[in-house]
Each structure stands twice: as structure tokens, then as C-alpha cells.
């Protein structure tokens, strides 16, 4: 079981650079793809951006792509999303997930899916 921890949401305003945290229980959460995702009200949850197991490689939304930079600490458990440039419609909750830990290999079709841990989410509001 890993247990997820998300910090660093806030009520911004636009244009602005917030970053954000998760920290997992385990140290074995060096085997495990995490990644941030996000749900607005009254829309469907989204994947923002994901990291592999080994930091490798990354995956990102083409609304956050240029913006947004995911990147891990496994030393310290612990993985950020950098949000620079934020725009109204990035207001939303966002949740840190993580995968099944099996050193999974992420592809275009595939990293968006198979989290299975998640945080309970941190609040990002951002003000035009």
C-alpha cells in the first residue's frame, strides 16, 4: 500500500508560477510511475503529467505540454509539478496517483492509465 500526500495548491493569479508536492509513504516508490491529474468542476478528471519509475522519461497533456514540468526525488519520495504561466482554466483540484509500482514501462498510449493510489487532492484556483 503507498499513501500519497499532495501540498502546495493555493488561489493564484493568472500568469503566475506555482509549484506542487507529493510524498509517498514508501521508500520502494522509486519502482512506481506517479503522475498529477486534475479535476474541474463539472468536468471529468484529466491526466496533466506523469513521470516513470526511473525519471526517464515523461508524458504530458497538450494543455499543460510547455508549461508544466513534472520531476521526482525517489531519495525523498517525493514528486513536484512545476506549473508556470497559469491560466484560468487550469483551476482545478489536483490529485498525485501512483501505478502498481512493477517498474512499468510508459508509452503514448498507456501513461494516462493503471493509478491505483491516489492523495486526496490539493485545490489549485487560479484568478484572472
Known amino acids: 500500500q503507498v499513501q500519497l500526500v499532495e501540498s502546495g495548491g493555493g488561489l493564484v493569479q493568472a500568469g503566475v508560477s506555482l509549484s506542487l508536492s507529493c510524498t509517498a509513504s514508501?521508500?520502494?516508490?522509486?519502482?512506481?510511475?506517479v503522475g498529477w491529474f486534475r479535476q474541474a468542476p463539472g468536468k471529468e478528471r484529466e491526466a496533466v503529467a506523469v513521470?516513470?519509475?526511473?525519471?526517464?522519461?515523461?508524458y504530458y497533456s497538450g494543455s499543460v505540454k510547455g508549461r508544466f514540468t513534472i520531476s521526482r526525488d525517489n531519495a525523498k519520495n517525493t514528486v513536484y509539478l512545476q506549473m508556470n504561466s497559469l491560466k484560468t482554466e487550469d483551476t482545478a483540484v489536483y490529485y498525485c496517483?501512483?501505478?502498481?509500482?512493477?517498474?512499468?514501462?510508459?508509452?503514448?498510449?498507456?501513461?494516462?492509465?493503471?493509478?491505483?493510489?491516489w492523495g486526496q487532492g490539493t485545490q489549485v484556483t487560479v484568478s484572472s
Open positions: 496517483a501512483a501505478d502498481q509500482g512493477r517498474y512499468r514501462l510508459l508509452t503514448d498510449s498507456n501513461w494516462y492509465e493503471e493509478y491505483v493510489y
Open positions: 513521470i516513470s519509475w526511473s525519471g526517464a522519461s515523461t
Open positions: 514508501r521508500r520502494i516508490f522509486s519502482s512506481h510511475a
